[in-house]
């Protein structure tokens, strides 16, 4: 472990990497990838150069983590007080300002129910979105699957299948982030790579997906690992 202006650094070596690397983890934490018998003197030579960088990264993840609240739950990209209450059978509603979850029984934890209820909020507006924009693109899509990742929003499978995976968390997310995510993955039907053409390509459909991304890498990882604060 190393420390930089009371940063702590976490260093992972490796007999197979050639060159340098550094990382900023969902939860906010620099990782130094860097080949086995680096010289502690060269690692601190590159946190010298990419100083700036490391300052940036680490105040943009402080800043998208100050932005949750565990006692909210997002939805769409609006924030909801989360509330308790019992009744008469396992239930998630959603209100003008709060979600409430209602438990059988007093004491069950609610994250897996409230998990249950996002995850199938957004199998059904994921799957509408992915049908609206297909349609418009003119693209034939095969299977289309919620997954529960912990590291990505979308992946895309062209070739025969044209399946498409996204995460439920993009329910989270506000709406137009929800749908350049769907977006990306379907161009990626047609374009493998992230070259201009392809972002040219997105941008046919989604002018301002330049804010969309940066959104995106600056505030989306806390929602990659977020549950209510007390872990119920």
Same mark, same amino acid.
């Given at each position: 472990?190393?420390?930089?202006?009371?940063? +702590?650094?976490?260093?992972?070596?490796?007999?197979?990497?050639?060159?340098?690397?550094?990382?900023?983890?969902?939860?906010?934490?620099?990782?130094?990838?860097?080949?086995?018998?680096?010289?502690?003197?060269?690692?601190?030579?590159?946190?010298?150069?990419?100083?700036?960088?490391?300052?940036?990264?680490?105040? +943009?993840?402080?800043?998208?983590?100050?932005?949750?609240?565990?006692?909210?739950?997002?939805?769409?990209?609006?924030?909801?007080?989360?509330?308790?209450?019992?009744?008469?059978?396992?239930?998630? +509603?959603?209100?003008?300002?709060?979600?409430?979850?209602?438990?059988?029984?007093?004491?069950?934890?609610?994250?897996?129910?409230?998990?249950?209820?996002?995850?199938?909020?957004?199998?059904?507006?994921?799957?509408?979105?992915?049908?609206?924009?297909?349609?418009?693109?003119?693209?034939?899509?095969?299977?289309?699957?919620?997954?529960?990742?912990?590291?990505?929003?979308?992946?895309?499978?062209?070739?025969?299948?044209?399946?498409?995976?996204?995460?439920?968390?993009?329910?989270?997310?506000?709406?137009?982030?929800?749908?350049?995510?769907?977006?990306? +993955?379907?161009?990626?039907?047609?374009?493998?790579?992230?070259?201009?053409?392809?972002?040219?390509?997105?941008?046919?459909?989604?002018?301002?997906?330049?804010?969309?991304?940066?959104?995106?890498?600056?505030?989306?990882?806390?929602?990659?690992?977020?549950?209510?604060?007390?872990?119920?």
């Amino acid at each position: 472990m190393i420390k930089l202006d009371g940063l +702590e650094i976490l260093c992972k070596w490796s007999r197979r990497r050639k060159t340098i690397g550094l990382a900023v983890t969902t939860q906010g934490k620099l990782v130094i990838h860097a080949p086995q018998g680096t010289p502690q003197a060269k690692i601190a030579q590159v946190l010298a150069k990419h100083r700036a960088w490391i300052t940036r990264k680490a105040a +943009e993840r402080r800043e998208a983590w100050a932005r949750i609240n565990g006692g909210q739950a997002f939805f769409l990209g609006q924030p909801y007080r989360l509330t308790l209450s019992p009744g008469g059978h396992d239930a998630v +509603e959603l209100g003008p300002d709060e979600i409430r979850i209602r438990l059988s029984q007093a004491g069950s934890p609610r994250w897996p129910q409230l998990k249950a209820w996002y995850r199938q909020e957004a199998e059904l507006l994921i799957l509408k979105q992915v049908r609206h924009y297909s349609g418009k693109m003119g693209l034939k899509v095969g299977q289309i699957e919620v997954r529960d990742w912990k590291s990505r929003w979308g992946e895309c499978r062209p070739g025969a299948s044209k399946s498409l995976r996204f995460n439920w968390r993009l329910i989270m997310l506000p709406g137009e982030i929800l749908d350049y995510v769907v977006v990306h +993955e379907l161009f990626h039907l047609l374009e493998p790579g992230h070259t201009p053409r392809f972002w040219r390509q997105v941008g046919t459909v989604i002018p301002d997906y330049a804010a969309c991304r940066r959104w995106l890498n600056r505030y989306g990882a806390p929602f990659l690992i977020w549950q209510p604060r007390d872990g119920g």
